[in-house]
């Protein structure tokens, strides 16, 4: 899939975030983006390198949770031969690839606490030293780094180092999530939708139907913008007929009656209480027999049938029905919803 660099969206949250990064592009000073997964932090980032006077010089990609914890500072600032079994050359780090540019740095808070305080001097200092060697060698880099964790929190927890934050939280940009982007959800989809059908070769976008986007509206979308734009490609792509408004999403492509059972390291004591209102859902409702006219139509009915019968057995509780059926609680809230069984 291609790299999307596109900023999609009209909400307040959003355009806010997107105005502050323009705004903190031209400062040559280092910037926290942080958010939940998917939200776009990426594009952030390239962004605040392409708005810089650093445009035109190296934009290096750092993913700090990819990399073992023995080889992070191996990667960052490089090494001399024999500096560790297998370092047969000399190799220049992340912070050298960088020098004159940008060095963005994913998943910022899995960095080791002594990753933390080699980083912390070539922030301060400007040096970065390769592993092995006893020679600092200058560089020029401005750092972005991303996480979805809360730094000071993790400070708080010893996780993270105080001085460390200090130095790189000149500027933060915390992204919102989707389900707080006023609007955006629908713009999304069709930017997604139309963008599909093309690929498909649809002659025209045909839009959505009222049942996908009450859909849409009512997820809670905890991948964000990267949930949705799979969640829309894969519902065109498995749509029928291009000629009609797309009405059926999928959000769980895992969700199946022959999925493969959970194993669970170990059984659960069960309380009387669940012991009685969690029964097997496996056979306690009947398919549909006889020829059927309209299958998206019986398999929604279906669906409700199991619904409705799993809820009555559970006493109507959400959370023993969602296990009863191998469900997420958010899954069996959606579905219960889809089929107005929520009252």
């Known amino acids: 899939m291609e790299r999307e660099t596109q900023f999609i969206g009209q909400s307040a949250a959003f355009q806010d975030a997107v105005e502050r990064t323009s705004l903190a592009a031209a400062l040559d000073r280092p910037v926290l983006v942080i958010g939940e997964r998917g939200t776009g932090k990426e594009l952030i980032a390239e962004r605040l390198h392409r708005l810089s006077a650093r445009w035109d010089r190296p934009y290096v990609i750092m993913n700090c949770a990819a990399m073992p914890e023995t080889l992070i500072e191996s990667e960052l600032f490089g090494h001399e031969a024999g500096a560790f079994t297998g370092a047969t050359r000399s190799r220049a780090g992340r912070f050298e690839e960088a020098d004159g540019g940008t060095l963005f740095l994913d998943e910022l808070a899995t960095l080791s606490m002594g990753a933390q305080e080699r980083l912390l001097r070539a922030v301060e200092y400007g040096e970065v030293t390769r592993v092995g060697s006893s020679r600092p060698i200058r560089v020029d880099v401005r750092i972005v780094a991303a996480t979805n964790e809360h730094l000071p929190a993790l400070v708080e927890e010893n996780r993270f180092r105080a001085d460390l934050l200090d130095r790189l939280s000149f500027e933060v940009i915390t992204l919102p999530p989707l389900r707080a982007r006023e609007g ?14 093309a690929v498909l070769g649809w002659e025209e976008w045909p839009g959505f139907g009222p049942r996908a986007l009450a859909a849409m509206e009512g997820h809670d979308w905890p991948g964000n913008v990267r949930e949705l734009r799979n969640v829309i490609e894969r519902a065109i792509y498995r749509w029928a007929d291009p000629e009609k408004p797309v009405d059926a999403l999928t959000f769980d492509p895992f969700a199946s009656p022959w999925q493969p059972a959970v194993r669970k390291a170990a059984a659960k004591a069960e309380t ?47 959370k023993v029905a ?5 469900l997420s609680y958010d899954q069996i809230r959606h579905a219960l919803k889809k089929h107005g069984l929520n009252q």
């Open 184 to 197: 955006d959800i629908e713009v999304l989809a069709t930017y997604f939708g139309q963008r599909m059908a």
């Open 322 to 326: 969602a296990e009863a059926l191998g």
């Open 272 to 318: 009387p209480a669940t012991a009685v209102s969690a029964p097997a859902a496996t056979g306690a409702t009947a398919p549909p027999s006889g020829p059927v006219s309209d299958l998206r139509a019986a398999v929604d009915a279906y669906e409700r049938q199991i619904l409705s019968d799993t809820m009555a057995r559970c006493r109507f509780n959400q």
